[in-house]
Nanobody
Framework: QVQLVESGGGSVQAGGSLRLSCAAS????????MGWFRQAPGKERRVVAT????????YYADSVKGRFTISRDNAKNTVDLQMNSLKPEDTAVYYC????????????????????WGQGTQVTVSS
């Protein structure tokens, strides 16, 4: 069992930055690939960025490439999402997720591959 708690959401003007953090509790954090997803009002949940168990491999959605950076600290059981140059279209509820995988370098793209989810944190970007 893994519990995930997100923090760091809020309101910011376009062009600003926010850093989201996800703290994981439970066992074997390094057995899980981690990901950030987001869901805007009236839209489906979509992947934003994912990272492998070791942190050596990452994936970014095209819409955030070059602006967002995902990282993890396996000593602290945390995964962060640094968001720069924010746009109004980045407004959404952001979710942290953990997906069990036996493949160390694997990044998981699909939300069905994730076993545990946080409660979400709101990010609002105004123009």
């Amino acid at each position: 069992q893994v519990q995930l708690v997100e923090s760091g959401g809020g309101s910011v003007q376009a062009g600003g930055s926010l850093r989201l953090s996800c703290a994981a509790s439970g066992r074997a954090f390094t057995s899980y690939a981690m990901g950030w997803f987001r869901q805007a009002p009236g839209k489906e949940r979509r992947v934003v960025a994912t990272i492998s168990r070791s942190g050596g491999s990452t994936y970014y959605a095209d819409s955030v490439k070059g602006r967002f950076t995902i990282s993890r600290d396996n000593a602290k059981n945390t995964v962060d999402l640094q968001m720069n140059s924010l746009k109004p279209e980045d407004t959404a509820v952001y979710y942290c997720a953990a997906g069990f995988t036996r493949v160390g370098g694997a990044v998981l793209f699909v939300d069905a591959d994730y076993n545990y989810w946080g409660q979400g944190t709101q990010v609002t970007v105004s123009s």
